[in-house]
């Protein structure tokens, strides 16, 4: 199966479907986490309840560096068999600092903890999982891409790394998503390389689970976890216009005064915990009140464009760079 796939075969009653990308609200935002600032407000029973009711035959959960949200849903409903453990886990090159946003599925308790443990250096972290079987792969390519790299070196490798890439991200721009399945397919092509193409929403909002998402076979968890490592499977879904992207930024900064009283009562935190909170809150209203969040947003936005298609520009020799 390859993307993009036909009506007809997403039809198909045997194939499955999972968002492979998407998180809850055990996904703190680190650069002001002493503000217990968030990337995602859902409850994971409420991820896992909007999944199914979008179609979702398997459900999980990839939180930033945590898999606390998805043993919070264990714990609360042991007798799940359609949910799996994730985790979206932030890696770095050591020689140059690039970050590499890698999915991981079908994790336990013990691998998550060495995963953390190694994942300063993707070098130590990657023959890791490897020696493990799990099933990993690159999540939005491009979007943490340093235009000072040489892309050709860069990305191939990634492909030495990686068999599975996220080529149908929710929250990316279309280009971006086209950019990147245009260069797996050019690789499978000429490289006779099987390579597998998945799909997930990125969402940080109820409104956008599952929306995109990853559709492959199987009749339980792990045989489904087996086909996408087969490479017999496909993104399926529909990117979020841009300003589904901003009103989802504004979504959050509501949500998190809206915990503001929760926090304060809180016995989790100290005085001075609950101050630099306050001050944190205070200081997010004339942000979001100026535009900030939308400008930020913006910015973000159109360097994936541009930096796609620079790519995009150079698609033949970046080709004969891989080949080598």
Not at 12 to 30: E, G, Y
Not at 109 to 124: D, K, V, Y
Not at 125 to 149: A, C, D, T
Not at 164 to 178: C, D, I, P, R
Request: hydrophobic share 40%; aromatic share 10%; proline share 3%.
């Amino acid at each position: 199966m390859s993307t993009p796939a036909s009506t007809v075969e997403v039809s198909d009653p045997t194939l499955k479907r999972a968002d492979l990308h998407c998180h809850s609200r055990f996904s703190i935002f680190k650069y002001f986490r002493r503000a217990n600032t968030r990337d995602c407000y859902n409850a994971p029973e409420d991820v896992y309840k909007i999944a199914k009711e979008r179609g979702m035959n398997y459900v999980t959960l990839t939180d930033h560096d945590s898999i606390d949200g998805a043993l919070y849903l264990l714990n609360k409903h042991p007798d799940l068999k359609d949910f799996f453990i994730g985790e979206e886990v932030e890696t770095y090159f050591p020689e140059t600092g690039q970050r590499i946003h890698v999915g991981v599925w079908g994790l336990n308790e013990a691998q998550h903890r060495e995963i953390q443990r190694l994942r300063p250096n993707i070098r130590e972290l990657i023959p890791y999982m490897k020696s493990e079987r799990l099933l990993f792969g690159v999540n939005h390519l491009f979007q943490n891409y340093r235009m000072k790299n040489v892309a050709g070196r860069y990305i191939a490798e990634l492909l030495d790394m990686f068999d599975v890439f996220e080529v149908l991200n929710g929250a990316m721009a279309s280009f971006h998503n086209k950019m990147v399945q245009q260069l797996i397919d050019t690789v499978q092509r000429e490289h006779g390389r099987r390579i597998s193409m998945v799909g997930g929403s990125d969402a940080h909002t109820l409104k956008h689970v599952a929306k995109v998402h990853t559709v492959s076979k199987g009749d339980t968890v792990n045989e489904f976890l087996a086909s996408i490592r087969a490479g017999d499977c496909f993104g399926w879904g529909e990117e979020m216009r841009f300003r589904d992207l901003v009103a989802d930024i504004y979504l959050l900064v509501l949500a998190y005064h809206g915990e503001t009283g929760a926090d304060l009562r809180s016995r989790d935190y100290t005085p001075a915990d609950k101050m630099i909170q306050l001050a944190g809150r205070l200081a997010s209203i004339p942000t979001a009140i100026s535009g900030l969040p939308a400008a930020i947003t913006s910015l973000n936005y159109l360097k994936q464009i541009v930096i796609t298609k620079g790519i995009s520009m150079r698609f033949d020799r970046l080709r004969d760079e891989i080949r080598r």
